[in-house]
């Protein structure tokens, strides 16, 4: 057996059954998955189980990447190796339910119509490239089909969110429906100061595209068991068996998507005997306490950092405006489907949302102030002398404040005993989702919405991502349990926490030393030009001088010296990790792996001798040992 596996034939049998195996476990194993990371990222979650396996028909996922225009771009092409493995699993876990059908739309192919058709995107990415496909549409029996137009890389995060939102949307394509309860004119008019009549926000006509809008009045006892999600717009001054009623829907398993405000200016206020009221707030105080977050009254917040600008007039500078907030990305929760990817969110007297000390429920910041915000009275908001005192204000130190929230987890009634004729209501929920906004201006035209000018035509444009964050909102609530519970499977970049520890600690070690040197460096090499600049040239250095030149000469050299030693030595730690790093995976785990192969061995070894002794001993006809 020994010559044949050192002879020829034997290595070339040897390989030959390496291959097959290689070969047999790539068609056979296919299916076999390890996912050894952190955060599971290269497995589906719970959620995305229960949807595929509540599929009653077959979906067809086609998946289209321009592979052959992608050549030369190598992240987007390791990107889409990533979604396509996604993809199989789905395929897999669905038992037969989800055919995946991986297309590469060649450029004025057919394939390419199609992708076109269905809506997907084809963006230039590479200098001068061509337009690559990269995003996925699926249909149903019906042909009716949905579509992520572009799988943008830094969204990745919300990959398993995408597409079990598709396939949920494919499987249930009825529209949901939003039951909006407003006390302002979102709806449209009669401005009794303008005497003219006022049309519909632009925000209203996105929500008819996407669901089935039902108004409820202000004093409604009851939400329709129809309704999905529950939208409050300026919830002002409701009567206790409305509260009742929003109580009841949140507790039977309702969502709800609320905006408070401290201060509406939107709200053109209410008339008592002629005289018009101040108060412009809004808040649901009762229900908030009850499901665990606190609107602080009468407070609007002011931003040194994130104030937006008015409009300056020619050759005056543009001046800020402390009660009107323009919320970056770096504000905004990434983890949260509502928020994550988008960019700029303005906001106008926005109030402060705070968690409830105890509370059982789960306070999620969707949306902060930067840490140079400051709470202002109401009132001063009308008052233009008191806009410049809040700027000079908001020149001293602030704080971070949350504007935007989620709910989550288990809450109680806020009518624990009911209420007058309904006291056989719910008293507890297990699990509740709750959008909650300290601001109901970002909803209006003027906070979001501008126009331009096309082929001499006015079109509307976006500058900011209000109406996406609300539809985000509201497409997330509309949503099963079980696509709400995908969240951001954490981080997919690990980052090199050790080195960057050991970096850290070698620049804060080294920097006294260093800035020492280099002020030693230069004080030398400046009594080295002043003692070189006080001899004419036409005079030669003396003995004296000649040698005080040498050793400051030798000074700068020694200098030089120590601080490319202090700039080898910001280096050192991590140099040495990476070379222990490369003997641990070269050297030890080798010689690991052949330790256990030994062990193994040996304890095959001594069995075997203790078998053959016990034998042995038996055919002697003697007790075994």
């Keep these: 057996m020994k010559r044949i596996l050192y002879s020829g034939t034997g290595l070339l049998l040897i390989a030959v ?45 086609n998946f289209y990447f321009s592979n052959s225009e992608a050549k030369e771009l190598a992240p987007l092409r390791s990107y889409a190796v990533r979604v396509q493995e996604l993809l199989k699993v789905y395929e897999q876990e669905s038992a037969g339910k989800i055919r995946l059908h991986v297309i590469d739309p060649l450029p004025f192919s057919e394939e390419e119509d199609k992708a076109g058709a269905f809506g997907l995107e084809a963006l230039a990415l590479g200098q001068g490239g061509a337009p690559v496909f990269f995003g996925l549409a699926g249909t149903d029996a019906q042909n009716n089909a949905q579509v992520i137009p572009f799988f943008a ?19 249930h394509p009825q529209r949901p429906v939003l039951g909006l309860l407003s006390s302002l004119p979102a709806n449209g008019g009669f401005d009794v100061r303008t005497q003219r009549k006022t049309e519909p926000w632009a925000i209203l ?13 202000t004093d409604t006892r009851d939400i329709p068991g129809d309704v999905d999600v529950l939208v409050l717009l300026h919830p002002k001054k409701l009567s206790q068996p409305t509260l009742y009623a929003i109580d009841q829907f949140v507790l039977r398993g309702g969502r709800l998507l609320a905006f408070v405000d401290p ?15 101040k108060d412009k707030s809004s808040g649901l105080e009762p229900l908030f306490k009850a499901w665990g977050l606190h609107l602080q009254p009468g407070k609007v917040l002011g931003d040194n950092l994130y104030a937006l600008f008015d409009s300056a007039k020619e050759g005056e500078p543009a001046l800020p405006r402390p009660f009107t907030i323009g919320v970056p990305q770096a504000a905004m929760s990434q983890e949260d489907p509502s928020t994550s990817g988008l960019e700029f969110i303005a906001l106008s007297t926005a109030g402060i949302l705070e968690p409830v000390a105890g509370a059982s429920s789960q306070f999620t910041a969707l949306l902060s102030t930067s840490d140079s915000a400051k709470p202002f009275e109401a009132d001063r908001f009308d008052k233009p002398a008191d806009q410049q005192q809040a700027l000079r204000d908001l020149a001293q130190p602030g ?31 297990q699990q509740v989702n709750l959008l909650v906004v300290a601001d109901t201006d970002l909803l209006s035209d003027r906070m979001w919405l501008g126009t331009e000018d096309i082929n001499g035509r006015t079109a509307p444009r976006p500058w900011a991502d209000n109406a996406s964050f609300v539809l985000n909102a509201l497409d997330n609530l509309a949503g ?46 400046a009594k080295l030009q002043q003692l070189q600049g006080a001899s004419p040239k036409s005079q ?50 080798p010689l690991l792996v052949s330790l256990c192969m030994l062990l193994v061995w040996a304890v095959r070894y001594l069995r075997r001798k203790h078998a053959t002794s016990r034998k042995a001993a038996l055919a002697a006809g003697s007790p075994a040992a």
């Design 153 to 171: 890389p830094d969204q990745e995060e919300l990959l398993e969110y995408d597409i079990s939102r598709l396939i949920q949307t494919l499987a």
């Design 263 to 277: 201060y509406s200016e939107q709200d053109s206020g209410e008339e008592y005997f002629g005289v018009q009221s």
């Design 399 to 429: 704080q971070r404040y949350v504007i935007a929230a989620r709910v989550q987890g288990p809450v109680k009634s806020a009518f624990a005993e009911g209420i007058d004729g309904r006291k056989d209501g719910l008293k507890q929920a």
């Design 17 to 61: 059954l390496f291959l097959a195996f290689n070969m047999a476990s790539g068609l056979l194993l296919t299916g076999v998955r390890l996912d050894l990371t952190q955060n599971k990222l290269y497995s589906i979650s719970a959620g995305t189980r229960q949807i595929l396996a509540e599929l009653k028909e077959p979906l067809d996922l």
């Design 205 to 217: 006509r996105e929500l008819r595209q996407e669901y089935d809008l039902k108004e409820l009045k």
């Design 480 to 525: 099963s349990d079980a696509l709400n519970s995908l969240r951001s499977r954490g981080p997919y970049s690990r980052p090199f926490v050790v080195v960057e520890r050991l970096r850290r600690e070698a620049e804060t070690s080294f920097r006294a030393k260093r800035l020492a040197l280099e002020e030693s460096l230069e004080e030398a090499e």
């Design 540 to 589: 030669s250095l003396s003995a004296e001088q000649q040698a005080t030149v040498r050793q400051f000469m030798q000074e700068k050299s020694r200098i030089r010296k120590e601080l490319r030693e202090v700039q080898y030595q910001l280096n050192a730690d991590i140099d040495q990790l990476g070379r222990n790093l490369k003997i641990v995976n070269i050297a030890l785990m």
